[in-house]
């Protein structure tokens, strides 16, 4: 995205435009915890296993560097309560409940928590237990998102996910019995070797685990992953996009039979629960502010966008050094604004504002109904269920 380079460097500086409609804009906090026990073959993610960071950089000094971020971010912002709390990763579960512990209260001594505040952590099924449900659910956390995958062991292992096959389910139980309301499972589709026998075995462990979110993201295969090599070599073929068009489908029909509504075009909650619905992602995706905290991790306020250099041993000493981590930022232009409106609010199944559009913009829409790939509704476009499929053609075409 193009725009205007601000604060590069050392410090972060906000216009007063920015600045101002702080707290009147939902407003969350964003923390990644950048370590991991194993690195999965698909992933692309800012994390490090112990072997790589050696001695340069530990839970401890991250956990210092954090709460250094923390407190400067509420100092410059005006300390607006944070309506939403999403500790992710990498491994979050890593740092045991006494870590997250200590992260939820850096946040509560920098920011504080709203009322009623969203606070979730995702967790790997095998780095948690019922103890450790039961001591986040004390320490303030209310929604658990369980990194699941597949419930076939050999789909797994293709993607180097070293939890066993029932092991989220099962931490799902005890999250619930803990006392979580609030769980997620996340489901990835289109794995080379994936059947569609192995497909609806994940779907039916996860409708047996009664949770009432769940989030299904087709596999991409990203540059510089172990899974890439493979593919490139032709270990393994690439995901085929029928396939991934049936599965979406496959998935969409189990999960709407058992109760469970798309609110975003790969996440699924109870209907009849609406705070069964992330807000922290709902506040991504309705252009909300939020301040991302640790290597790496991105922020957004007031159409001033930046993100955190990436090495934890980088990101502490910068803040031991009393500076801000940042690597680069930009300021967003109305076009730039405009955009990203278009492509988060039209994956929305309240769907885009038609008013928000220009003459030619309408008449892009318009060609989007009549090929049955969305819907108007009050004013609004909405995307079919074939919408869902091709959403990006349909941002594409708007924009175009």
Request: glycine content about 12%; charged content about 20%.
């Given at each position: ?59 401890q ?11 400067a971010?509420?100092?410059?912002l ?7 709390v ?15 512990g ?48 597949s ?29 979580f ?16 026998e ?58 709407e ?16 629960d ?5 807000a ?9 502010d ?25 990101y502490?000493?910068?803040l ?11 300021l ?40 049955g ?10 995307l079919?269920?074939?919408g ?13």
């Amino acid at each position: 995205m193009s725009g205007t380079r601000v604060g590069v460097g050392a410090g972060l500086e906000l216009p007063a435009s920015a600045l101002a409609g702080v707290g009147s804009r939902p407003f969350g906090v964003y923390v990644h915890v950048p370590f991991c026990a194993t690195r999965c073959g698909y992933c692309d993610f800012n994390t490090y296993t112990a072997g790589e960071l050696g001695t340069s950089a530990s839970p401890q000094s991250w956990l210092e560097g954090l709460r250094r971020e923390l407190d400067a971010a509420a100092q410059l912002l005006g300390s607006p309560a944070a309506q939403t709390v999403f500790v992710g990763g990498g491994t979050p579960s890593l740092l045991g409940a006494d870590g997250l512990g200590q992260v939820l209260d850096a946040v509560r001594s920098s920011f504080g928590l709203a009322p009623g505040a969203e606070v979730t952590t995702e967790s790997n099924p095998e780095s948690t237990s019922p103890a450790f449900f039961d001591r986040i659910r004390a320490a303030g956390y209310t929604r658990v998102s369980l990194g699941m995958q597949s419930a076939a062991p050999h789909v797994l292992a293709v993607l180097d996910r070293t939890h066993t096959p029932g092991r989220a389910v099962a931490a799902a139980g005890e999250a619930r019995a803990a006392g979580f309301g609030h769980v997620n499972l996340d489901l990835i589709y289109g794995t080379p070797g994936e059947r569609d026998e192995d497909l609806d075995a994940s779907l039916d462990a996860v409708l047996a685990a009664g949770v009432d979110h769940v989030s299904a993201y087709a596999l991409i295969v990203e540059d510089g992953t172990a899974l890439a090599r493979r593919v490139r070599r032709g270990e393994l073929p690439a995901p085929d996009d029928d396939v991934l068009a049936a599965r979406y489908e496959r998935i969409d029909a189990r999960l709407e039979a058992a109760g469970l509504t798309w609110y975003e075009v790969s996440n699924w909650a109870r209907a009849d629960d609406p705070s069964a619905r992330c807000a922290h992602n709902l506040g991504y995706w309705d252009g909300g502010d939020w301040w991302g905290a640790g290597p790496g991790a991105h922020s957004h306020v007031g159409g001033v966008r930046w993100w955190n250099v990436k090495h934890p041993a980088r990101y502490a000493d910068v803040l031991a050094a009393g500076d801000l981590p940042v690597g680069g930022s930009e300021l967003l232009t109305a076009d730039d604004v405009h955009t990203e409106r278009v492509m988060l609010e039209v994956r929305l199944r309240t769907g885009l504002p038609l008013d928000v559009l220009g003459p030619d913009e309408r008449r892009a829409a318009e060609t989007v109904v009549a090929d049955g790939l969305a819907e108007l509704r009050a004013g609004r476009l909405v995307l079919t269920d074939r919408g869902r499929l091709l959403a990006d053609a349909v941002v594409r075409t708007i924009l175009t």
